[in-house]
């Protein structure tokens, strides 16, 4: 399977799960606030996976992309010695495989997620109900993504468990 396959799946899965939000939103009665709410942000959650992981919106070719992608995966990288080993391992093909199978979530997690958590952590010692309850959606849209692509890893053998060291 190519970087370029890679890429494509790691896309689709996300949309799978906007297209399954957007449904369930659909389905919501507009007098149910709450939930509507609760699934815009999720919805919108899976958007951000797209739009700041796998950088789909940036003009040009994939492959172009997936190259300027690896300037963030060397920025994050240093913080997460056993992905830095395995990464600096690999030739220059396996590299950009690398990219597109884990870039997105290793991006997503240091630079998004944790900082959900610290901010959840900071809503629960001040009894911020409001954020707990954004935020745990924010971080539960997110880990269903990180989730999927994990499952497609392991059905695949394409890089599985490589979080096991924890980005959180």
């Known amino acids: 399977m190519t970087y370029l396959d890679i890429d494509k799946t790691m896309y689709d899965i996300v949309c799978e799960k906007y297209n399954e939000c957007q449904s369930r939103l659909d389905s919501i009665p507009k007098e149910n606030q709450s939930e509507r709410k609760a699934l815009i942000i999720e919805r919108e959650m899976y958007g951000l996976c797209n739009r700041a992981g796998i950088l789909v919106y940036v003009l040009g070719k994939r492959e172009n992309v997936l190259s300027n992608r690896k300037r963030f995966i060397g920025q994050i990288l240093p913080k997460y010695p056993k992905l830095r080993e395995v990464y600096n391992n690999l030739d220059d093909?396996?590299?950009?495989?690398?990219?597109?199978?884990?870039?997105?979530?290793?991006?997503?997690r240091d630079q998004i997620v944790n900082n959900y958590y610290t901010e959840?952590?900071?809503?629960?010692?001040?009894?911020?109900?409001?954020?707990?309850f954004e935020l745990q959606i924010k971080i539960g849209g997110c880990e269903n993504v990180f989730k999927a692509w994990e499952e497609w890893r392991v059905a695949n053998n394409i890089y599985p468990k490589m979080f096991l060291e924890g980005l959180k």
């Open 120 to 132: 959840l952590v900071e809503a629960k010692a001040t009894n911020d109900t409001k954020g707990i």
């Open 93 to 108: 093909e396996e590299k950009m495989r690398f990219i597109a199978a884990l870039q997105a979530e290793i991006f997503m």
